[in-house]
């Protein structure tokens, strides 16, 4: 059983709980998705593949650069600052879904015996579990998300609180095979290190496709 019957029932405000409010607000993040796309980080990608270009035909003597028409220090600038708009989009979509998560299942709360204190876990995987327990959703068909979603929160939390995503491989074996299920998703391994990045829109279209595809899910089955 999905949100269906709630959907008249609570809430004027469609904007804060009520499901009908998910649509606008998916229409919207498409829309900033490809705003973004084809405003500031598509002249930052061309800026950036002009400079790689011109790296070509650098002057290298001992593994030093002696001529170059590229100044490196706008290369990085640039390369930093595509990173900076690309770790932000991932952020902010992955915050929308953890607050969407929870006001369902604040929506719900007050019509059950169990609050969602009462669950165990944190953030998704607790709102998750509340949704399953109390309302009784089956999400067996979305189990593939799930499992994508989680993968997804494994990369945001590394972004979040390491600003970059490089680990040792075999100290970190799980979080490196999990990583790597996430489509679009770009690694560059040395040695034994991985450093995970994103640098291209099919990320976030089919990030945005998977996170679309679960909350629509749960409230409108």
Same mark, same amino acid.
């Not at 008249?8 to 709980?17: A, I, P, R, S």
């Not at 002009?50 to 003597?61: L, T």
């Not at 770790?87 to 019509?111: A, D, H, V, Y």
């Given at each position: ?11 004027? @405000? ?12 998916? @229409?919207?993040? !498409?829309?900033?998705? !490809?705003?973004?796309? $084809? ?10 593949k ?12 001992d593994?030093?650069i #002696?001529?170059?028409? #590229? ?7 640039? /390369? ?19 607050? /969407?998560? =929870?006001?369902?299942?604040? &929506?719900?709360?007050? /019509? ?5 204190? @009462? ?11 509340? &949704?399953? +327990? $109390? ?6 068909? %979305? ?12 990369? /945001?939390? +590394?972004?979040v609180?390491?600003?970059? $995503?490089?680990?040792?491989?075999? !100290? ?5 095979? +999990? =990583? ?6 770009? #690694? ?10 994103? @640098?291209? %829109? ?6 945005? %496709?998977? #996170? ?10």
């Open positions: 059983m999905g949100l269906t019957s709630y959907r008249f029932t609570e809430f004027n @405000d469609l904007t804060k709980l009520n499901p009908l409010g998910l649509e606008g607000d998916l @229409d919207a993040i !498409k829309l900033s998705l !490809k705003s973004i796309e $084809v405003g500031t980080l598509n002249i930052l990608q061309n800026e950036i002009e400079m790689q270009s011109e790296m070509e035909n650098d002057i290298i003597i593994d030093t #002696v001529q170059s028409n #590229v100044d490196y220090l706008d290369y990085i600038s640039s /390369r930093q600052a595509s990173n900076i708009i690309h770790n932000s989009m991932m952020i902010s979509i992955f915050s929308f879904l953890e607050t /969407r998560l =929870l006001l369902l299942c604040k &929506l719900i709360e007050p /019509r059950n015996s169990i609050l969602l204190n @009462d669950i165990s876990g944190k953030g998704i995987y607790k709102y998750k579990k509340f &949704l399953s +327990k $109390v309302h009784s959703i089956d999400f067996s068909s %979305q189990q593939n998300e799930w499992e994508l979603i989680t993968s997804y929160a494994l990369l /945001r939390n +590394k972004l609180h390491s600003q970059s $995503v490089d680990f040792d491989i075999k !100290k970190n074996s799980k979080e490196y095979i +999990k =990583l790597k299920k996430i489509e679009h998703l770009t #690694v560059k391994e040395y040695s034994d290190k991985a450093f995970f990045y994103i @640098d291209s %829109q099919e990320f976030h279209n089919k990030y945005f %496709q998977t #996170v679309s595809k679960f909350l629509e899910f749960i409230c409108y089955i």
